[in-house]
Nanobody
C-alpha cells in the first residue's frame, strides 16, 4: 500500500522561504508523476507544481519563479522549495502521486495517491 506523508510545513513571514517534503513509507513503485496541490480555507484544492518520471516540471502561474519542485519518481519522493512567500500562499499543502497519467499534469484526475497534508502559514 502506498502511504505518502508530508513534512516541513510551518509558519514563516512574508518574503521568507520554506521547504516541504513528501515520502512514501509503503510500497514503492515508479510513478508517472508526483505533484503538490494546496487548499486554502473555503477554497478548492488547486494545483501547485508537478514533476514527471522523465524530469519535466509544470508550475501554476501563481508560483512560477518562486517555487521549485524536485523529486524521484522511482522512490516516490518529492519536495517543494518555496521562496519569496506571500500571505496568499497560506494553505494546506498536499503531495500526490500518479501511477498513470490520464490528462494534463495539473488535473487532479491524474493522481490516485495523496498525503494527509501539511500546513503552511505565511504572515504579513
Amino acid at each position: 500500500q502506498v502511504q505518502l506523508a508530508e513534512s516541513g510545513g510551518g509558519l514563516v513571514q512574508a518574503g521568507g522561504s520554506l521547504r516541504v517534503s513528501c515520502a512514501n513509507s509503503g510500497r514503492t513503485f515508479t510513478s508517472q508523476a508526483m505533484a503538490w496541490f494546496r487548499q486554502a480555507p473555503g477554497q478548492e484544492r488547486e494545483f501547485v507544481a508537478a514533476i514527471t518520471e522523465s524530469g519535466n516540471t509544470n508550475y501554476a502561474d501563481s508560483v512560477k519563479g518562486r517555487f521549485t519542485i524536485s523529486g524521484d519518481n522511482a522512490k516516490n519522493t518529492v519536495a517543494l522549495q518555496m521562496n519569496t512567500l506571500k500571505p496568499e500562499d497560506t494553505a494546506v499543502y498536499y503531495c500526490a502521486c500518479s501511477s498513470r497519467l490520464l490528462t494534463r499534469l495539473p488535473s487532479r484526475l491524474n493522481y490516485n495517491y495523496w498525503g494527509q497534508g501539511t500546513q503552511v502559514t505565511v504572515s504579513s
